[in-house]
């Protein structure tokens, strides 16, 4: 059972370029997020999705795009990559509506340059 | 969503209780309160989360005021490996989005 895992853990951009940010998980989880996380901040939700073929946006959504085809997959897309996308990004599950506590992975750092 | 409140920072001593305190003066009926902490360059770990009673599991300890306005969360012997940031959250129980709001926690130091 390895939990949520998350491919790249490191990557580096230049400006305009594409890149798509993978997130898989193995629990069956139907509730699946998008966070990204700035330098001394906390986390914003970006998209999230409540099962296959159900997203929705977050906080911050723009420049982002999401996909849920499978329960275990919820790939981050990031059109014409911007310095602002500068960031680390978690993405994090739970089963669904109830009382859960919320599964993270272990990151991805993108750096824009 | 409902905020939380939260002091920037904390500091204890090794193998010593540490209660960090949080306030959720505005929750509503059907928001748990989670608790979850972040350590250096890792993603958020799960800790604890209650709705009303007291909650305890082998990370910490969930003390919940009687009218739910705050919360705080018991480490009974702090050791290095909990110096991390603390997040306070509520969650409503119910809603397709529903979703953790993160704020910017507390950084929590402990002393040898």
């Known amino acids: 059972n390895a939990g949520v895992t998350q491919t790249p853990k490191f990557r580096i951009l230049k400006i305009g370029q594409s890149m798509t940010l993978q997130c898989t998980q193995d629990?069956?989880?139907?509730?699946m997020y998008w966070y990204r996380q700035d330098p001394g901040m906390g986390l914003k939700l970006i998209y999230y999705?409540?099962?296959?073929?159900?997203?929705d946006k977050g906080e911050v959504p723009n420049g982002y795009n999401v996909s849920r085809s499978t329960t275990e997959d919820f790939p981050l897309r990031l059109e014409l990559a911007a310095p602002s996308q500068t960031s680390v990004y978690f993405c994090a599950s739970i089963p669904g509506t109830g009382n859960y506590g919320y599964t993270f992975g272990s990151g991805t750092r993108l750096t824009v340059v | 969503d409902a905020k939380t409140t939260q002091p920037n920072s904390m500091e204890s001593n090794e193998e010593e209780p540490v209660h960090l305190p949080c306030n959720h003066s505005?929750?509503?009926?059907?928001?748990?309160i989670h608790w979850y902490r972040q350590l250096p360059s890792q993603g958020p770990e799960y800790v604890i989360h209650g709705l009303t009673s007291n909650v305890n599991n082998r990370m910490a300890s969930l003390a919940i005021a009687e009218d739910r306005k705050s919360s705080t969360l018991i480490l009974h012997r702090a050791t290095l490996r909990d110096a991390a940031v603390y997040y306070c959250i509520l969650r409503p129980l119910t809603g397709a989005n529903s979703k953790l709001t993160f704020g910017k926690g507390i950084t929590l130091s402990v002393r040898p």
């Open positions: 505005t929750i509503s009926g059907t928001d748990y």
């Open positions: 999705s409540v099962g296959a073929g159900i997203t």
């Open positions: 629990m069956n989880h139907n509730y």
